[in-house]
């Protein structure tokens, strides 16, 4: 992923009020290591169940034509009643939680009330846990290719929820 400013990023958000976008609490960019991040994810300091998503995806996908999707997420009340497996990066030697999001889709759909919801890690270790190389599998298990189908499905998926949350309904 390619660093981005705090005006860009806040002109991504596809599904969010003028009003959320201006009053949302951002991560420190300039600490942010852009290179080893498949989407950047974190979590709102002041608001508790809230969370934003950049994805950065092909240009058609992206209102702005920048490549870029801001997504508003909101953390569903109950926790899954077993340890869940997050949808995106898949890692079933998850180190930390995973929880339910759900996001208002954008445009007229969102107005309508139309939502969307995924499993995922619940401080969005996404992309460091596709780039923690698996364990061999089998004597000649090719451990770097396997790292590096596991980048790719996350960026598949994670264009999907973009995608899905930008469609017309």
Known sequence: MLPIDEKALRASFVNASRKEV?????????????GQLDYLGWRDRKLARRAYLVLSVPDDTAPD????????????????????????????RLPNDVVFFSAKRAGAAGRKGDTLGTLL????????NVRTPPPPAYIGYD?????????????EHAANFARAVTAEA
Do not use: K, N, Y
């Open 22 to 34: 201006s009053s949302l609490t951002l991560p420190e960019l300039d600490e942010i290591d852009f």
């Open 65 to 92: 034509g920048q490549g870029l999707v801001g997504v508003l997420l909101r953390q569903a009340d109950a926790a899954p009643r077993s340890r869940a497996q997050c949808s995106w990066c898949q890692d079933v």
């Open 121 to 128: 890690c619940s401080e969005f270790e996404c992309s460091a």
């Open 143 to 155: 451990i770097e290719a396997a790292r590096q189908e596991r980048m790719l499905r996350l960026a």
